[in-house]
């Protein structure tokens, strides 16, 4: 198939393709058969959807596609398990992870539990003394005050704690990849347990606490009791499934569209709170959740209070929510920095090591583990390969890993340290934690890039550019966006639609160190505005900043920039090549 546009070689060194030959007569007849937009048509058939499903494509019915929360292994023991620790008044500790999801799915059991009339202790570890999920001493001590401990978003393989929980029953609601082994728990509900059969394995773990509450009101329902409304709880579900990079195909993607409506109500004092301290201007979109909302939340597991995200989802004290918005805004400021200084050493690092294996990895003293795997996104990103960075403490190495697409880190990562090259390690597909001896790091390494080269790591360069067609600057409308946004939520598995724009004529001004604001056109062809955030810390903003007489074709994302009360169509450049 020939090069889209015959750019074989981008600024950025991808290829660029575009919609085969047999997308197009596809997208053709769907057009015809449903008269929408031609567009919007080439998008939906990218995502493998024919004309007979597009209807309910565009309007999808959670009722349509929520699974049966009984298909779960476990779920009806947890559920029957919390109902009688809310009928009996027992006392409840909800142990959760520190990130978006954990965060979330804390955030879910305690909401609906304040809305039975019952509260429940909250224990979030923190990150660097306590590490990734239960311990011993945390567990036996909530064991000691409380009847019933949920553990949501982590104790799937947590053996030994969870056998320290002694006198009472232990809930684990997970979505990370589980062993052949369960740990002693009264109930284990994780779509990712080694004897489920996969077909939930996306769901994040907010997901998961959401069906067992559907099965909880369900058993309430049938003795006559009306639980709380869940519905009005999808905007937890929604920020924990886009923020934890979860697909956005199936029911996840129903939960996200719901949940972005209940968002925009504005009912949540704590998002309220961030999203006002966030300056979100618009209403809720999957990026404002991946890059506004979710790294504030973040923030405080990452390198302040490992509760304060939590806490400020599930508050419904609105001055308790902006106080703690704020300390999570400060906190994600120096989380930018201390990330910034990170980023640079490590891919100095790792183009030190060689950026054409299957993995990239780099490993220092006094990184901080709160920013280590946003650091592997950006390497992960920056070369197409599965990447590993790790701080280093003494004698042991705390890391966190990021994939590719079709490339299984976290099983990977569990497998090595099955061969005892770690201490400890595990995950899901696309991201994953480990613990390693500091004189281990390398042969752990190397032995992970063995693995993960079976599975095709590695084997290409940066990756291909895939876009749905070609557009004239002037017909990017509002208009025009507003149609192909029907085909939403964007995000891991469902990316947005990418446009290219043929040999325009680019003006451009650098904004701040590193970002690049661009105006293009071609004659009566309309003009166009584009930014490219981080233009200078690649190809791009040298090539852009000063064009001459060279025109370019600019390849992005169509989005509306809200600015001061005014609206307009910008395209969010992301490469381009010299025509």
Known sequence: MAAFLNVEHSLTGRRWIGPSAEEDRLA????????????????????GVTAEEAERFLAPQLRDLLPD????????IAAERLIRAVKDRQRIAVFGDYDVDGGSASALLLTWLRAMGRDATLYIPDRIDE????????????????????????????????????GADVVVLDHHLGAETLPPALAVVNPNRQDEDGALG?????????????????????????????????DLVALATVADVAPLIGVNRALVRQGLKVMARRERPGLVALADIARMDQAPNSYALGFLLGPRVNAGGRIGRADLGARLLSTE??????????????????????????????????????????????????????????????LKEATNRPAIVIGID??????????????????????VAAEGLLIKGGGHKMAAGLTVAHDRIEAAMERLGELLARQGAGASGPAD??????????AATPQFVEQV????????????PRFAFAAQAVSARRMGESHLRLSFGIEDGGRLEAVAFGAFDGPLGPALENPGANRFHLAGRLEMNHWRGQSKVQLRLEDAARA
């Open 28 to 47: 053709e007849a769907m057009a015809q058969h449903t008269r929408l937009p031609l567009p919007l048509c080439r998008t939906l058939v990218r995502r």
């Open 394 to 415: 003494g004698a042991e190495g705390k890391g966190s890993g990021r994939s590719i697409s079709g490339v299984d880190l976290g099983a990977s990562i569990q497998r």
């Open 465 to 474: 550019l895939k876009l749905d067609g070609l557009l004239m600057p002037g």
């Open 202 to 234: 996306h769901l994040c773990a907010a997901s998961v606490v959401f069906l067992l509450l559907v099965e909880v009101n369900r058993r309430l329902r049938a003795e006559g009791v009306q639980g709380p409304d869940l519905m009005a709880m999808l």
């Open 317 to 378: 004290d609105a001055q308790e929510a902006a106080s703690l918005a704020a300390r999570l805004d400060q906190l994600n400021t120096e989380r930018r920095e201390i990330e910034m200084r990170v980023r640079d050493e490590a891919m100095a690092q790792a183009e030190a090591r060689g950026l054409d294996g299957p993995l990239v990895w780099a490993a220092a003293p006094g990184w901080h583990p709160g920013v280590v795997g946003i650091v592997a996104a950006r």
């Open 485 to 496: 946004e029907a085909a939403g939520p964007f995000g891991a598995a469902a990316p947005a």
């Open 69 to 76: 929360p009984l298909s779960l292994r476990d779920m009806g």
């Open 131 to 166: 590490g990734y999920g239960p311990n011993v001493p945390a567990m036996a001590g909530l064991a000691h005050e409380h009847d019933l401990i949920l553990c949501v978003d982590c104790g799937t393989l947590s053996h030994e704690p969870i056998a320290a929980a002694k």
